[in-house]
């Protein structure tokens, strides 16, 4: 034999980690009282317990306290006991906390890493070298945001006592995310980690015990979906912040409509990793075992749909299946393993009947030839071939170490392909000409994307997803807006309409017809109906008539908004021109809306003029800050850059207020314009002929067609519509209690991001009625990573 011979032939030898620690402490719990409320460790309420075991071997490791409601009512009361002194802290006495949350981890890193990795499955490598660290570097990172809520967050405070609920994938570190910027910004907490890995969680609340931080303020209850429920619907919640499945997520979302409950889901995902042909191809492959083969595929962000460009997919291929031969499949905490069991015999079962689904949908699934250790739920690293667009395997999340393949000719393909997909959380793009990486990002619909990499994570920047994969960020300063609020000037309780029941009667000598037409695609289009409204004047006479839109007029009009490409591809600056000439134009035929808006609301000419002044001078505002509200560059404790770019949600629907029905109206135009989104508008439901005077200046404002679309009719009827729409992105809904809850509680298709005055309209007159709280909304934010050096 020779020394090359030699060389291959060495085999790895075993190189466990010591888990007598870990052991010594589960010993050491009483699992029965393991529910952390107001400080003090309690059983549960109805005596209940569930089991954990530990997934490499299916062996019990505790029988945990089970919570019921009662349990949930008590941890929500001791939340909302700690919240006014929590919340009065000095931002440095609430860093100093998280710092020493953050320290007094660190000195029980190893501990955590052990217990992780034995609960959950996943090798230690992982739990060691990235769980545990970024969970630190989350509380020692938010503890400067603490201290500088004042300078950033001016006019902010805490939302209050906030519900969160992680999955089991990354449990330590999920509760980071959630627990580090929800203190910082003096809210307290109820946190219900997974069933299926209670423990760092309850190591954790140890650690909060020893760091000083007070009764109440962290309070982690153990449970399975009956504790969800009941923190879900508890009305002393302020705000819920959820990671799990887009499924549960669905059910969230419904179940808070209407309770003005803040809301953020962090849901799943089917992310691409796009190679393309000039790639560094033996960097890809790694970044994909990265990508998919981490935590066991169990990763909300996986890299599970693979695209190759035609020219190197079969060498890439070949080298994909080399490097998953040499993957080690066996105990977590191994530090030779690359690839441990997944969390639980169920989720062994749901993977492997995908793949055998996947299989039958006519996908060439191929495994390296290893042999599965005797015990425990793993399953092998599994490539699929032959994959169609519509196969399960390339549309469903598998949350296992299931990648499948699929081939594009060219970019414009490779995006389409990336983005058929109803989730859009995060993609990698490879490729060693940086400027095509930098063209590709921007136009995929993922709320993360790396180039030349995979699966980087950081506390400052920010992470989460578009469409089914949720709303909301978490991390850096995105994330923390999250856990804040800031007062918008109310306006007045908004009143279900009742316009059908006014009698309008024919103004004098009105022989024409004044029926405003609809607004759609940058023409006046009639109302698919072909009835109209009768709209009165402020003395009930007949001002005029405008079309009766119908779901088929919304339906039109999401096209053409989704088909007007010019508008959010348009520069900044060009918007900004855009607008200041629409300004411009309604400057030119100020006396003529004031005279419409006496008309039709009976306001004093002066009040009407002022009106009109503040709406020209809100678009002029917008049309300054469309090149201003801009992202942020990071520089993450690594070698790369991370772009948090401003991008536009997509097509907007807007439901405006009767209550000051020009302004109401552009205040929420102008700000979802001046960051490149397409709008839908239903205007104010009793004076919408203000909305429909603006046609022309619009028209003569050179708005690409398709970029406002407008609407008239039913607001309640209409905003039902839209948030049923599954190519509408986002909705802003200024209507009744009753609308705006419906309109969250079906904008589950496609998950849209729904902002709702749930009832109350604001006072559109305020200076504060306009500006970056209104820019926030009409953006989301892509991280893409950017990592440097050879
Ligand atoms: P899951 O939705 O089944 O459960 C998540 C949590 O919700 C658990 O704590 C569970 O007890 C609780 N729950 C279940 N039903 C509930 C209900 N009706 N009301 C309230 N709470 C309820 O998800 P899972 O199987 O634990 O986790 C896997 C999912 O999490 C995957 O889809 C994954 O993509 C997603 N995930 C997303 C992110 C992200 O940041 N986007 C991160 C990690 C995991």
Not at 224 to 242: M, Y
Request: proline content about 5%; charged content about 20%; glycine content about 10%.
């Amino acid at each position: 034999m020779n020394i090359l011979d030699r060389y291959h032939a060495m085999e790895y030898g075993p190189a466990p980690e010591a888990r007598n620690e870990a052991d010594a402490w589960l010993a050491a719990r009483d699992f029965g009282k393991a529910l952390f409320i107001g400080g003090d460790w309690k059983a549960a309420a109805g005596g209940k317990t569930f089991e954990t075991s530990e997934p490499s071997s299916g062996k019990l490791l505790a029988e945990v306290s089970d919570a019921n409601a009662a349990d949930i009512d008590a941890a929500v009361a001791a939340a909302a006991k700690a919240l006014p002194k929590w919340s009065a802290a000095s931002g440095y006495q609430r860093a100093k906390v998280l710092y020493a949350i953050g320290r007094a981890m660190q000195r029980h890193q190893r501990l955590f890493a052990v217990l992780e990795t034995i609960d959950n499955g996943k090798p230690i490598r992982e739990s060691r070298d990235i769980d545990v660290p970024l969970a630190i570097r989350h509380f020692i990172h938010h503890a400067g945001w603490a201290q500088a809520l004042d300078r950033d967050f001016p006019g902010h405070r805490g939302v209050g006592v906030v519900g969160q609920i992680i999955p089991w994938n990354f449990p330590l570190l999920m509760l980071a995310w959630k627990i580090a910027p929800a203190l910082a910004a003096g809210c307290t907490v109820v946190l219900k980690p997974a069933e299926f890995t209670p423990l760092t969680a309850i190591l954790f609340a140890e650690i909060c015990e020893r760091a000083g931080v007070p009764k109440g303020v962290v309070n982690i209850v153990q449970g399975g979906p009956e504790a969800g429920v009941a923190i879900v619907n508890h009305p002393g919640v302020q705000k819920i912040a959820f990671t799990g499945s887009s499924e549960v997520g669905k059910i969230i979302r419904k179940a808070t409509a209407g309770s003005g409950k803040k809301l953020s889901l962090e849901l799943g995902g089917k992310s691409a990793f796009i190679v393309f042909e000039d790639a560094d191809l033996d960097s890809a492959v790694e970044g994909l075992v990265d990508g998919i083969w981490f935590n066991q595929g169990q990763v909300c962000c996986a890299g599970s749909r693979l695209l190759a460009q035609e020219g190197i997919a079969d060498a890439l291929i070949a080298k994909v299946k080399t490097r998953m031969s040499r993957l080690r499949v066996g105990s977590p905490l191994d530090k030779n393993t690359d690839i441990g069991p997944l969390v639980d015999l169920t989720q062994l079962d749901r993977v492997k009947g995908l793949v055998a689904e996947g299989a039958r949908q006519g996908a060439v699934c191929w495994q390296p030839d290893a042999a599965l250790p005797s015990s425990g739920y793993y399953h092998l690293p599994t490539l699929a071939t032959g994959v169609s667009p519509a196969n399960i395997l390339a549309q469903e999340e598998v949350f296992g170490p299931v990648l499948a393949t699929m081939t594009f000719r060219n970019t414009e393909e490779a995006i389409e392909l990336a983005n058929n997909t109803r989730y859009g959380l995060a993609a990698s793009v490879w490729s060693e000409n940086v400027n095509l990486a930098l063209h590709v990002a921007p136009q995929l619909k993922a709320g993360v994307v790396w180039v030349n990499g995979t699966n980087m994570f950081d506390a400052a920047c920010g992470f989460g997803g578009y469409r089914e994969s949720g709303f909301g960020r978490e991390g850096g300063r995105e994330g923390m807006f999250e856990y804040l609020t800031a007062k918008l000037p109310l306006g007045p309780v908004i009143k279900p309409a009742t316009m059908s029941a006014q009698p309008v009667e024919q103004a004098d000598g009105a022989a024409i017809d004044r029926t405003a037409k609809l607004f759609i695609g940058g023409k006046q289009v009639r109302p698919d109906g072909n009835y109209s409204l009768a709209i009165a004047t402020a003395k009930g006479k007949l001002a005029g008539e405008v079309g009766l839109g119908s779901r088929k007029d919304i339906r039109d009009a999401v096209s053409a908004a989704r088909g007007a490409k010019a508008w959010p591809e348009a520069t900044a600056y060009n918007r900004s021109q855009v607008l200041y000439y629409l300004a411009e134009n309604l400057s030119g035929r100020a006396g003529e809306f004031a005279a419409r808006l006496t008309e039709l609301t009976g306001a004093t000419p002066k009040a009407a003029r002022e009106e009109v002044e503040q709406s020209i001078e809100r678009l002029f505002l917008y049309a300054g800050l469309a090149d201003k509200f801009e992202g942020r560059v990071h520089q993450p404790p690594a070698r790369a850059v991370t772009l948090a770019l401003h991008e536009p949600v997509g097509v907007v629907g807007i439901v405006a207020p009767d209550a000051s029905p020009l302004l109401g109206l552009i205040s929420l135009i102008a700000p979802a314009l001046a960051m490149g989104n397409t709008v839908v508008a239903v205007p104010s439901e009793r004076y919408p002929l203000l909305a429909t005077d603006l046609y022309q200046v619009i028209e003569y404002s050179d708005i690409p067609s398709g970029a406002i679309n407008i609407v008239t009719g039913r607001s309640a009827e209409l905003a039902g519509v839209l948030a049923k729409h599954d190519d509408v992105d986002g909705l802003w809904v200024f209507a009744d209690a009753e609308t705006c809850a419906k309109a969250e509680a079906e904008s589950i298709g496609n998950l849209k991001r729904v902002w709702s005055g749930n009832g109350r309209g604001i006072d559109w007159a305020s200076d504060q009625a306009a500006g970056d709280a209104f820019l926030r909304r009409a953006v989301e934010v892509k991280n893409v990573w950017v990592p440097y050096g050879d």
